[in-house]
C-alpha cells in the first residue's frame, strides 16, 4: 500500500474510534502490521541511499510511521 493511502486509513480509522465508532480489532491489526511493514522497508531503503534530498524524505517518513505506531499503540482498540 502507498505510503499516503495508508497513513490516511490511518487516520480515518483512528478518527472513527474518537468518534465512538466500534472499531474490529482485526482490521486494527492490519494497518497496524502495515505500518510496521513499510517502516521495515523504507529503513532498509535508507541504508543504500546516498543522496541527501532522498534521504531526508525517508526518514521524514519513518518519522511519521513511528507516530502513527505508537499512536496505535495507545490506542485502546482490541483491547
Do not use: C, N, W
Request: aromatic content about 6%; overall charge positive; cysteine-free.
Amino acid at each position: 500500500m502507498k505510503y499516503k493511502k495508508l497513513i490516511d486509513k490511518f487516520e480515518t480509522l483512528v478518527e472513527k474510534h474518537e468518534e465512538g465508532e466500534k472499531i474490529k480489532p482485526g482490521k486494527f491489526d492490519k494497518i497496524q502490521g502495515l505500518l510496521i511493514d513499510k517502516k521495515k522497508r523504507y529503513e532498509e531503503k535508507l541504508a543504500s541511499i546516498e543522496d541527501p534530498d532522498k534521504r531526508h524524505k525517508l526518514q521524514t517518513r519513518i518519522k511519521v510511521v513511528d507516530a502513527q505506531l505508537e499512536k496505535s499503540r495507545r490506542l485502546p482498540i482490541g483491547k
